[in-house]
């Protein structure tokens, strides 16, 4: 996943994820998924997106906005997955009769005109915004879990274990010091475990088609397969980067914090307890910090200090992704494409124009392509 940035210039920028057989690309005022179906076909979704930013002026604001562009991040992110688990086709005796009645739809229509997006469905409904918004909590609540409290009470057991001859103290640099070596651990576990599942190491292949398309497409380059493959799979705005800069940063944030934070329990499990939960509302602002880091850090590549600063993050990156083979390239280049055409769309609307697009059933298109040399390039590409 690379984070979206919230500058607008001439050349808009563009943040992606990895899905089921597919990529999300997402631009500021749109989205796009493109999907590999079992037929060798390309489904691609257009969408176009309204921010938060657009409705609460304020929370463009250095700080804030990084909180934002996380949460919409995942929100976009569930509902990509959502789409593509919908249109990705496993082949299998208990998916053929889907797959039949998709393929047959298909025909109907020449392909790459727009449709519903009903008229391609497959058994399961859409997700509802709620059902997403679920979704988002129980996934927060497990990693919160996973990546905060169970670092922090294996910390609390460490210094138990150690006696009186250790202060690791909730209100110490050296409990948070212990606390971010346990959730670092954690995290680059958990991730080379999971990359070790054949599906989840196709998804990182199709996490590093995002990043060669996304490099192509923010050197100027006309979206081929040409000049997609010669890219590199790092990108300085990835999710993965973020998240273990946020990891490290809420070191010193959490250890300059505590020591001020007054023992709210009597019994020490219940006040570790009552810690754990004060780091809940310290996410926001520790994500917002991380995110200006980040987004200058991207734009600043040169510097010495943003090099070693990336060091971390480019290391785990190559567990994250992996060098993707041409069909999936592309997909993620369908994504592009489609993501930067829907922006145009937008973009080139006045307000009013804007707002009601926003509101209309127009503001999505599906599109299914027999094959990628039927998806149309941009128009300005032949400008640069």
Not at 124 to 141: H, R, Y
Not at 148 to 177: E, R, Y
Not at 337 to 347: G, K, L, N, S
């Amino acid at each position: 996943m690379s984070i979206i940035s919230t500058n607008e210039e001439e050349q808009a920028y563009v943040g992606g994820q990895a899905v089921i057989e597919g990529v999300m690309m997402r631009s500021p005022r749109a989205l796009a998924v493109a999907v590999r179906k079992g037929n060798g076909s390309i489904i691609v979704r257009e969408d176009v997106w309204v921010s938060l930013f657009e409705r609460i002026k304020f929370l463009r604001w250095p700080f804030l906005r990084g909180s934002v562009v996380l949460i919409e991040s995942l929100y976009n992110g569930i509902q990509a997955l959502n789409f593509s688990a919908q249109h990705a086709e496993i082949e299998s005796d208990s998916t053929n009769e889907a797959l039949q009645k998709t393929a047959d739809t298909e025909e109907q229509h020449v392909s790459g005109s727009i449709y519903s997006e009903s008229d391609v469905e497959e058994a399961e409904p859409a997700q509802s915004p709620l059902s997403t918004a679920f979704t988002i909590g129980v996934s927060l609540l497990m990693a919160f879990g996973l990546f905060k409290g169970l670092p922090h009470f294996l910390t609390v057991l460490v210094d138990k274990l150690a006696g009186s001859g250790v202060n690791l103290s909730v209100d110490q640099f050296g409990f948070h010091a212990l606390d971010g070596v346990f959730k670092l651990s954690i995290f680059v576990a958990y991730v080379s475990g999971i990359s070790m599942i054949p599906e989840i190491r196709r998804v990182f292949q199709y996490h590093g088609a995002e990043h060669k398309s996304i490099n192509a497409y923010e050197q100027g380059l006309e979206l081929t397969l040409e000049n997609a493959r010669k890219q590199t799979t790092f990108h300085a705005r990835c999710g993965t980067s973020f998240v273990l800069f946020v990891l490290v940063l809420s070191i010193f944030v959490f250890a300059a914090v505590f020591p001020f934070v007054p023992r709210i329990a009597e019994n020490e499990y219940l006040n570790h307890v009552a810690m754990l939960a004060f780091k809940v509302p310290l996410m926001l602002p520790l994500a917002g910090l991380a995110y200006e880091i980040n987004r200058y850090a991207a734009r600043h590549p040169e510097q010495f200090w943003v090099q070693a600063l990336v060091v971390p993050g480019a290391l785990m990156q190559k567990i994250t992704t992996k060098e993707p083979d041409d069909e999936q390239l592309e997909i993620a280049l369908s994504a592009m494409r489609a993501a930067i055409h829907a922006e145009d769309r937008y973009a080139a609307a006045s307000e009013q124009e804007a707002r009601q697009l926003a509101r209309s059933d127009q503001r999505t298109q599906v599109r299914v392509f027999r094959d990628f040399s039927e998806v149309p390039a941009l128009a300005s590409e032949a400008t640069r």
